[in-house]
């Protein structure tokens, strides 16, 4: 905060809406502050006792107009200087009657001007800076000035307490200033925190959020790469023994298993979405193993250049559901007598995936919807990976999934996508025999 006050500034408190002081601690460490006036006020009707002039009657009147201090303090004082923002006409009407009365003590004895030192902090508190410092002047200076015109004393102890008046009113617009800006700093400080933990409350509402939907995310895609895939395939077949029972049994016979064990399949990718665990088909094998599986359900032939080595589980969990994204969708779209390759690339940091089908193409400019294809580049792109689809009408489609390997001694090249081994995967899709109906 600057050292430089400007008179408009804002009174002590800080906020202009009148109303409790924000949170306990003011109210704790104004604790402080009735113990510090206690011990003036005690300390000054002590003074007052001591002197031995003026009269008893002076003394005795003093000390009554220090008391009537204390209880205005206590009946309209502290309310005043514990509320945040008062109402500036309450706090005027505290400080004028308790100036008042300060003035008329010490106009009577001089020693009640230790009062003062009771009086300056509860004007910077209460009251906008430039009636605090025209109170200020007032407490210091009319005092003395009342004392002199009453008693008549000698010009030199006029002088001295003139002296000592010129002093406190500088020690007080000091001590005064001060306290503003510790008040406003304290303030400042306090908002600041309330910012903060507004702004934490937001940011951890926010995360919750986003996290959800970022899971709605991740299980949609691992349903529609999975389960959906499995019940098309289902129904495929079912409409192909429906074709088959009158005229090819044995036909019939071969989808009702093959209907049976992708059924089977469905249920263990089921169970492993619900558990968390990896897919099915890479369990107890590698990549390579994995994808000549879910390739030999689609009849398509696998490829694999390269040395084959183990991986981190994302990275596996994303090759494996990209290529069931890739055939299935060329299952659907290719046509029966389409051939589709699958070719598995180990290269010096980078895992390639390419689904290639030699089907009717289609225009990749073209608006398409469905969730496909942007779930497949979602999952590369959640490993730093890239998915390229190549396609024309009648001239086929490659699918290219480009995954960062870690280095050879075992730095990873690319974070690990969030849930590595909870996302299940499915597998069905098409029928294996690409003529059926």
Known sequence: MSVDLSLEEPPGRVSAEPGPRD????????????????VVWVGTLVLTFSVEEPGGAAR?????????????????????????????RRAVRYLTVATALFVASGAL???????TFALVPQCFIALRIRRALVTLAVINVVPVAGWALLWRPDPQDVFLNSVGAVVSLVFGTAVGTWIIRIIAQSQERADLIAELEASRGEVARLSAE??????????????HDTLAQGFTSLLMLVQ?????????????????????ATARQNLAEARSLVAGRAPDDLRGGSLPDALRRVAARHGAAVTVTGTARPLPPGLEVVALRSCQEALANAAKHAGADAEVRVALGYRPGELTLAVTDSGCGFDTGAPHEGFGLRGLRTRAAEVSGTAEVVSAPGGGTTVTVRLPLPEPDGTPAAPEPPHPTAAPAPTPAAPSER???
């Open 60 to 88: 005795a009147a003093a000390a009554a107009l220090v008391v009537l201090l204390l209880a205005w303090y206590v009946v309209s004082g502290r309310a005043v200087l514990l509320t945040e923002g008062a109402d500036q």
């Open 435 to 437: 003529t059926a109906p």
């Open 23 to 38: 949170g306990d601690q003011w109210d704790r460490g104004f604790l402080l502050w009735d113990c510090y006036f206690a």
């Open 210 to 223: 986003r996290g959800a939907l970022a899971e709605r995310e991740r299980m949609s895609r691992e349903i």
């Open 240 to 260: 192909a023994v429906d074709a088959e029972l009158d005229h090819d049994v044995a036909a019939a016979r071969r989808h009702l298993e093959l209907m049976q």
């Open 109 to 115: 004895i001089t020693e009640t001007r230790l009062l």
